[in-house]
């Protein structure tokens, strides 16, 4: 097995230029600081809010709570075709305009028009106001005045972005900037069979943006997930020494892989063997019948495991070498928790064996992640104690150092263009 390649100066800390002293976590237990964060990253991101498999036809929707930016958000094809979003509030009194039974919830599903629950204002899906009850008795009413609140969208390779701006910094397409975009021309578009969990938890949503941004936790945290004949060494977990890349507030960790299949009975579980399948996905590979794209494998590590392409504020792609992906969205709701969404993208299953597969690799995914949600509420709990305020954090440990790094500076550049605004977000 070949083994990936040390960082060019001494550490990946080091040449990355990041520091390595101690560091604070009061970004991720501060109230304040929650509030900053809100109007100088959540309001100004590109947000990824789905795929455009999720709105198959012309009239299909969903809808998108963002809580940190008090907002919900409606994603839909209008009779042209084209994706749009909106704010998902009436025009008229200001209710929510697109849910079910419960408010709170997001829903999907396809109409013609939108038509508030309220006082039954329409809406046509590319936001135009285009029925009021009784008209007659508003005073000078313009209804072209009055359509849907326009939200910034745009797609990149499938995937749905939102920026809640006046007027985004940049483009899409400059924010994902060289490294998430050279993986343009890989397969999205085959792997249409999803796989979806979502859950509260308690705790900073950075907190588990970290937990999957290292593989040091993994042989201790997920100990009891591995046959015994696994040892602690990280490669007998599936991986070898990671490679980082990191650029301006995007982040990979690259890694080596091993081939399950070709370990000893007593290094898999049964399960495994009997399901070909596991937490790194199917053992039998897809053939997609594309080249894949230059910025997969970054590490060129042979054989390859996964690429975690973690993508500024909330999202990551997790592309395996076996041909199927993850993604990862954190979407905070408070200071101390937030909502975890996983979802697992196959090429669909034509055979029984194939869709066992898929179900194995999914339990293996909830399984996983559960564990770590679980151990990061209890980090929260003890990091708003402050009895300790300062964490020493290790090589592995680099890109938890750089996510919060970015943090604070889009929170100091927001600060800073605020007149008269203190780092606690208070007028002074």
């Known amino acids: 097995m070949s083994r990936l390649p040390k960082p060019p100066e001494g550490s990946w800390t080091q040449h990355y230029g990041l520091g390595t002293a101690p560091v604070s976590y009061e970004d991720s237990i501060s109230p304040e600081f929650h509030a900053l964060e809100a109007e100088a990253v959540f309001k100004r991101a590109w947000l990824n809010v789905g795929r455009i498999e999720q709105l198959p036809r012309k009239g299909s929707y969903f809808t998108k709570e963002i809580t940190v930016a008090n907002t919900s958000v ?34 999907s599903g396809v109409c013609r028009q939108f038509v508030c629950k309220y006082h039954g ?31 910034h969208c745009d797609l990149w390779e499938g995937f749905i972005f939102v920026n809640l701006a006046k007027e985004p910094a940049q483009s899409l397409k400059a924010f994902l900037g060289p490294m998430v975009t050279a993986l343009e021309g890989y397969p999205f578009d085959q792997m249409t069979e999803r796989w979806f969990y979502r859950g509260p938890v308690g705790a900073n949503w950075k907190l588990y943006m970290d937990a999957f941004q290292e593989f040091y936790h993994a042989p201790v945290l997920h100990a009891r997930q591995s046959p015994p004949d696994w040892s602690v060494p990280a490669q007998n977990a599936g991986f070898e020494a990671p490679y980082y890349k990191i650029e301006g507030p995007h982040r990979v960790v690259s890694t080596a892989g091993i081939r399950p299949w070709e370990l000893g009975e007593n290094q898999r579980k049964p399960m495994e063997a009997v399901t070909r399948s596991g937490l790194f996905g199917p053992w039998d590979k897809p053939e997609l019948g594309v080249e894949m794209p230059p910025g997969l494998n970054p590490s060129r590590a042979n054989p390859w495991g996964l690429d975690s392409f ?44 194939e869709r066992i597969a898929h179900e194995m690799a999914a339990v293996s995914f909830k399984e996983f992640g559960l564990q770590d949600a679980n151990t990061l509420e209890a980090t929260q709990t003890m990091l708003e104690s402050r009895v300790v ?17 970015v943090a604070a500076e889009w929170v100091n550049d927001y600060v800073a263009g605020q007149p008269g605004l203190n780092n606690e977000g208070v007028r002074v």
């Open 74 to 107: 409606i994603v839909v094809r209008d009779q042209q075709g084209e994706i749009r979003a909106f704010h998902n509030v009436c025009r008229h009194r200001g209710n929510k305009l697109v849910w079910n039974d419960f408010p709170r919830d997001e829903t």
């Open 121 to 151: 204002w329409r809406y046509d899906l590319d936001g135009a106001l285009n029925f009021v009850q009784q008209e007659e008795e508003f005073f000078d009413l313009d209804k072209a005045q009055f359509g849907l609140v326009p939200v």
């Open 310 to 353: 973690q993508i500024w504020p909330n999202f990551v792609i997790l592309i395996w070498g076996q041909h199927w992906y993850l993604t990862y969205h954190y979407w905070p709701t408070a200071y101390n928790s937030h909502m975890f969404e996983g979802t697992l993208y196959f090429v669909p299953a034509k055979t029984a064996r």
């Open 389 to 405: 305020t300062e964490f020493p954090l290790m090589d592995q440990e680099v890109l938890c150092r750089h996510l919060h790094k």
